[in-house]
């Protein structure tokens, strides 16, 4: 299901080329859909988290993969009238936000006991943003080599995204909730949000640790996306000019590179937050700054070779900033909240998709290599301050990893914030 969330997202991505020579769309027109896609995804995630929690993630899920698939039927029905494509693309939008918010919680809590006994809580808020990134590489890829070379691309190009999400729900129909409702009556008796009770009869987290994400989430989190939105959106329309018959392929390559190279660095992510609680995010910063540096000259000679190596350094970036940002949100979120602080991270990242457009904008009144040198130098600053905050801050506590789990992780966490009966022993 998330890497359907992913593929229905960078499908049309690959295709904006296309759009622009197919059916004549202008630039801002072709960019304004992009953005249209970040307008429905906000709401899908700050409506779909807390419903989540609620109601389960698995009803949420199920009826977003559904909206999801009829968002794509819209988009293959704007080939004939272009019209369907505003609904589309926020419909796109509103089904991946609820999709991204209700599955990265299930995902996690399936990773975790009793579903996986020894589950540790880092690889579980990791392995959402693992299956996403998987739809970005492949999603925009194969929209981009149908539309080259199958007839009618701007309708084919979406079949599979419709044959995936079919299957997917399929499956997905069989996975089991695991927000159970005890555990909504357990609130509830509480107060509410009050605390509730665990297996054991012990006060369980139910404060969100807001100074963390405040301090370490939300400042990262725009850099999520607007690193590969720069990499597959922006930097293929400045350097295609001399890739006459092939600006579609080199697109949808672009939309491949960047989320495959973020998937590249997982492993060596991992390793870094162990050292220490700030690198993944230092890394991914450093990594976004050394792209938008290399965009620079790319973007002023047109060099599609050098534009698509930024793209990779991007991409990158994009991966060492995602798993920094779900490790925290997750460890921020008592399991009670995991889905509405979840969605609150993706839609904080999000935001960063609209840099293309917001660059668009601005490069009527400067040229968009310097516009790029702005965001090199305002991505290096951020890098700065976490790597300030890693060298100064303390060294993580250890906290049971999963509920049930006698397996540690790096998730740093007030000792006073959180009561269980693995810290009373």
């Not at 555990?183 to 297996?199: I, Y």
């Not at 850099?223 to 400045?238: C, N, S």
């Not at 991992?270 to 000259?297: C, D, E, K, M, Q």
């Not at 602080?341 to 960063?352: E, K, Q």
Request: hydrophobic share 55%.
């Amino acid at each position: 299901m998330m890497t359907a969330s992913g593929w229905s997202a960078n499908q049309f991505s690959a295709l904006l080329g296309a759009y622009r020579s197919e059916l004549g769309l202008s630039e801002s027109a072709v960019t304004g859909l992009f953005a249209l896609y970040v307008v429905g995804l906000v709401p899908g995630l700050l409506i779909g988290g807390p419903l989540a929690d609620r109601r389960g993630r698995r009803p949420v899920a199920l009826t977003a993969l559904a909206v999801n698939l009829f968002s794509t039927g819209l988009l293959m029905a704007g080939s004939a009238a272009t019209v369907w494509l505003l609904p589309g693309r926020f419909l796109t939008g509103v089904s991946a936000g609820a999709l991204l918010a209700a599955g990265s919680a299930w995902i996690k809590e399936l990773s975790c006991p009793p579903y996986v006994p020894e589950g540790a809580a880092g690889v579980a808020a990791r392995r959402p943003g693992l299956f996403v990134s998987a739809g970005f590489a492949s999603g925009g890829l194969v929209a981009a080599l149908i539309a080259q070379w199958l007839p009618h691309p701007m309708a084919t190009a979406y079949v599979p995204h419709v044959v995936l999400a079919v299957l997917a729900w399929v499956l997905a129909y069989r996975a089991p909730e695991t927000r159970r409702p005890a555990e909504r009556d357990a609130r509830a008796a509480a107060g509410g949000d009050g605390a509730a009770v665990d297996a054991d009869g012990v006060a369980a987290v139910t404060a969100v640790d807001w100074p963390r994400l405040r301090r370490a989430v939300l400042p990262l989190a725009p850099w999520v996306f607007a690193a590969p939105a720069i990499g597959f959106a922006t930097l293929p329309g400045l350097v295609d000019g001399g890739l006459t018959g092939w600006r579609t392929v080199y697109a949808g390559l672009a939309t491949a590179v960047v989320p495959g190279c973020g998937l590249l660095v997982q492993p060596l992510a991992r390793r870094l937050a162990v050292r220490n609680r700030f690198a993944t995010a230092s890394a991914g910063l450093g990594a976004i700054t050394v792209g938008l540096a290399l965009a620079v000259p790319a973007a002023a000679a047109a060099q599609p070779a050098l534009a698509l190596v930024a793209a990779a350094v991007l991409g990158a970036g994009y991966g060492f900033a995602l798993s920094f940002g779900l490790t925290e949100a997750a460890a921020a979120a008592p399991p009670t909240r995991l889905a509405m602080v979840t969605s609150l991270f993706w839609t904080a990242a999000y935001l960063g998709m609209l840099v293309p457009y917001a660059l668009t904008l601005l490069s009527r009144w400067w040229s968009m290599p310097v516009l790029l040198a702005a965001g090199a130098v305002l991505a290096a600053l951020t890098c700065g301050g976490f790597a300030a905050a890693g060298a100064v801050g303390p060294s993580p506590e250890r906290r049971p990893a999963c509920p049930g789990s006698s397996r540690g992780d790096v998730y740093p966490a007030p000792a006073s914030k959180f009561r269980t009966s693995a810290n009373r022993s």
